[in-house]
């Protein structure tokens, strides 16, 4: 399975210089917030596949002006295609703004999808805005990453996380991708491309996406 990962900066490869089938190769689309609503209505429509998304902390034109035809994954566990996919938007708390949390209010967001998590067996990739601690954070309070998505990595070891909110053109050269305890972190401001080989999914439910709440579940065809 291909899935482009966006997140921060709009690819211009990917709107104002868009060519028809450009997007045909992707199964699935994760943002990793902080991008215009409009940008991820454009991708859905073009690339005929789903875009699941997580909010950034600049994220609050969402609550007006939603992406259309795509899906919020904020705290939900959902799992397309046999891939278990945890959405935790949000960065930590420097303002008071929105999508903004303390390290307690991460920790006790994670706690409450631990059901799940045991449910579903764990997770294969976690989609969040704001790094783990110390893995692809910066120095300044409004982009250190957070221990409770060190200690989620710890705990469930997923082959992927995906975050956005360190740009890359940051002055503290941010790294595009590393290794943690058999976890991939990979910094998708912009866009980047992962792909599970066939065979690696824990189990395949074919073009189906599953939503996982905490009364029901429901099935959702594409």
């Known amino acids: 399975m291909k899935i482009l990962t966006i997140s921060d900066e709009e690819s211009p490869a990917l709107w104002d210089y868009y060519t028809p089938g450009r997007l045909k190769e992707y199964d699935l689309i994760l943002s990793s917030g902080d991008l215009k609503a409009k940008y991820l209505t454009f991708l859905v429509t073009m690339a005929r596949c789903p875009l699941l998304y997580i909010h950034g902390n600049h994220d609050v034109h969402y609550?007006?002006?939603?992406?259309?035809?795509?899906?919020?994954?904020?705290?939900?566990?959902?799992?397309?295609?046999?891939?278990?996919?945890?959405?935790?938007?949000?960065?930590?708390?420097?303002?008071?703004?929105?999508?903004?949390?303390?390290?307690?209010?991460?920790?006790?967001?994670?706690?409450?999808?631990?059901?799940?998590?045991?449910?579903?067996?764990?997770?294969?990739?976690?989609?969040?805005?704001?790094?783990?601690?110390?893995?692809?954070?910066?120095?300044?309070?409004?982009?250190?990453?957070?221990?409770?998505?060190?200690?989620?990595?710890?705990?469930?070891?997923?082959?992927?996380?995906?975050?956005?909110?360190v740009h890359l053109s940051y002055g503290q050269s941010p790294v595009r991708e590393l290794e943690y305890n058999g976890t991939t972190i990979v910094n998708t401001t912009g866009k980047y491309e992962l792909e599970i080989p066939e065979g690696e999914h824990p189990e395949r439910h074919h073009n189906q996406l599953i939503w996982k709440t905490q009364y029901r579940d429901f099935y959702k065809d594409y």
């Open 63 to 165: 609550q007006t002006d939603r992406p259309e035809g795509c899906e919020c994954i904020e705290d939900m566990l959902v799992v397309y295609n046999g891939v278990r996919i945890l959405g935790l938007g949000g960065c930590r708390r420097y303002n008071p703004g929105r999508h903004q949390y303390s390290e307690a209010e991460m920790r006790r967001r994670i706690r409450k999808l631990r059901w799940k998590l045991w449910r579903s067996g764990g997770v294969d990739i976690v989609v969040t805005h704001a790094p783990p601690a110390g893995l692809g954070d910066s120095d300044d309070p409004a982009h250190w990453g957070f221990e409770a998505l060190r200690e989620l990595l710890d705990k469930y070891h997923p082959k992927y996380l995906v975050h956005g909110h």
